[in-house]
T-cell receptor, first 110, second 116 residues
Framework: RKEVEQDPGPFNVPEGATVAFNCTYS??????FFWYRQDCRKEPKLLMS???SGNEDGRFTAQLNRASQYISLLIRDSKLSDSATYLC???????????FGAGTQVVVTP | GAVVSQHPSRVICKSGTSVKIECRSL??????MFWYRQFPKQSLMLMAT?????????EQGVEKDKFLINHASLTLSTLTVTSAHPEDSSFYIC????????????FGPGTRLLVL
């Protein structure tokens, strides 16, 4: 079983619509959670950290469910520029080692 | 955000040659640098953790004699792929983390290696 699992997608989303997807993690001791965005053939870029109480950053909302060990990302009012692969990232230890999911591809269409 | 650079951005080499990739943190002191490898449509896989002034810690299955890591200063870490083979062709990405940045890691732009 992978440490961090994601639905690879693609999620095809009409422009302006809402899309949400989850990620599950296996290490119950994980303390830090992140969503990164990766464009084709580029490096990952931090989209947002995920806090226990859930948090919002503009059109993006992240939630954490520790009991079920999953985190979610919701994108409202999707823009064409939101098309990317979204990586779920979980810390593996206290030294900063991160574990990455394989990513969920989102394609926003006109 | 913090800036991390990598050089070269892409390299094509013949099988058997060695390739050195540099990772620099440009505006902060990176006490820890991480080296990842990503094959197409797969997740980033951590290869090794590099702390300034000490030996790198390699992940299971990563050959330390093949992937030489040097972290001689707080702003520079290098990864040398020795005697590269076609199966080493991949996207190599470094990330840096410094004390002032907390847990957040910032990634370099990556190096695309193609071994013929």
């Amino acid at each position: 079983r992978k440490e961090v699992e994601q639905d690879p997608g693609p999620f095809n989303v009409p422009e302006g619509a809402t899309v949400a997807f989850n990620c599950t993690y296996s290490n119950s001791a994980s303390q830090s959670f992140f969503w990164y965005r990766q464009d084709c053939r580029k490096e990952p870029k931090l989209l947002m950290s995920v806090y226990s109480s859930g948090n919002e950053d503009g059109r993006f909302t992240a939630q954490l469910n520790r009991a079920s060990q999953y985190i979610s990302l919701l994108i409202r009012d999707s823009k064409l520029s939101d098309s990317a692969t979204y990586l779920c990232v979980v810390n593996a230890d206290s030294w900063g080692k991160l574990q990455f999911g394989a990513g969920t591809q989102v394609v926003v269409t006109p | 955000g913090a800036v991390v650079s990598q050089h070269p951005s892409r390299v094509i080499c013949k099988s058997g040659t060695s390739v050195k990739i540099e990772c620099r943190s440009l505006d902060f002191q990176a006490t820890t640098m991480f080296w990842y490898r990503q094959f197409p449509k797969q997740s980033l896989m951590l290869m090794a953790t590099s702390n300034e002034g000490s030996k790198a810690t390699y992940e299971q299955g990563v050959e330390k004699d093949k992937f030489l890591i040097n972290h001689a200063s707080l702003t520079l870490s290098t990864l040398t792929v020795t005697s590269a083979h076609p199966e080493d062709s991949s996207f190599y990405i470094c990330s840096s983390r410094g004390n002032v940045l907390g847990e957040t890691q910032y990634f370099g732009p990556g190096t695309r290696l193609l071994v013929l």
